[in-house]
C-alpha cells in the first residue's frame, strides 16, 4: 500500500493538510553509481510515484480526532531514510510539539539512505532527540505503526520507540536483513524470526492489527488518551 492509499485509509475525508511538500533531496556527498547519478535517481522516482520523497506529512482528522501523521512510502527508493525524509518527519514532531498532537508514524523503509553516506545515520539521533522532547519533556502520545518492511535504521529508531507500537500481521520487520546476518554470522535465520508473529510474541509490539481495523482501533486509543490526559 502506497502512502497516499493509506492517507485515504487512515484519515477523514477533506481534513488532511499537507506539511513541506516542496522539500527535496540533494546530492550532499555527490555520490555516483554504476547506474546513474544519485540525483537522477530521485528525478526518475519522483516522476514515476508523483511524490518529492519517501515520507508524506501533516495534519488531519482520525474519525474526528486531530492528530499529526508522516506516512512512509516504500516505494520511493525503498522507503530509505536521507537527510529530507527525517526533516520532514522532524519538523512534523516539532510541530505537534508546539500543538500538542497525537503524532502517528507510519513506518515501511528499507532503512538509512546509503547515497547520502553518514548524513542518513545523523537522522536516527535527529528524529529521536524531537521525539524525547515530544514524549519525556511534554508528555504527549507517539504512536508507531509498523508496516512490511520495517527494517534498519527506522527499526533501530523511531519505529520502536512508540508510546504505543502496532504492527500489521505478516509484516517483515528487522534490523539486519536475512541474507546479511547469515553471511555475517554464519548463522541460519528462519524467516519467521523476521516477522511480526514471532516478533510479538518476544514482546516487541503492543498490537497486532489488519488494515480494515486500524482506523477505529487508532482512534479509540488515542480519543482515551486524550480524556486521560
Known amino acids: 500500500m502506497n502512502s497516499s492509499n493509506r492517507i485515504e485509509l487512515l484519515i477523514d475525508p477533506d481534513s488532511w493538510y499537507p506539511m513541506d511538500e516542496d522539500m527535496v533531496s540533494i546530492d550532499p556527498i ?62 512534523l514532531i516539532e510541530y505537534a510539539t508546539n500543538e500538542s498532537l497525537p503524532v502517528i508514524i507510519v513506518c515501511a523503509s528499507g532503512g538509512a ?72 554470522l554464519k548463522v541460519a535465520v528462519l524467516e519467521e524470526q523476521q516477522e511480526t508473529e514471532y516478533l510479538f510474541e518476544k514482546g516487541l509490539f503492543n498490537l497486532i492489527l489488519p488494515r480494515n481495523l486500524l482506523k477505529d482501533v487508532l482512534s479509540c486509543i488515542i480519543y482515551n488518551i486524550l480524556c486521560l490526559g
Open 30 to 91: 555527490e555520490f555516483h553509481s554504476e547506474e546513474e547519478p544519485y540525483k537522477d535517481r530521485i528525478d526518475s522516482y519522483q516522476r514515476e510515484t508523483g511524490l518529492t520523497e519517501a515520507v508524506q506529512t501533516g495534519i488531519g482528522e482520525l474519525n474526528g480526532v486531530p492528530i499529526s501523521m508522516g506516512v512512509m512510502d516504500f516505494q520511493f527508493i525503498r522507503g530509505s531514510m536521507g537527510s529530507v525524509v527525517c526533516e520532514k518527519i522532524t519538523h
Open 113 to 184: 539512505r546509503m547515497q547520502e553516506g553518514s548524513l542518513s545515520l545523523m537522522q536516527m539521533a535527529k528524529i529521536s532527540s524531537a521525539l524525547y522532547n515530544y514524549q519525556s519533556n511534554k508528555k504527549l502520545f507517539y504512536v508507531s505503526l509498523l508496516t512490511s518492511p520495517t527494517t534498519g535504521g527506522v527499526t533501530a529508531s523511531f519505529g520502536v520507540l512508540g508510546d504505543i507500537i502496532i504492527a500489521e500481521p505478516n509484516a517483515t520487520i528487522a534490523f539486519a536483513c536475512k541474507r546479511v546476518i547469515e553471511e555475517t
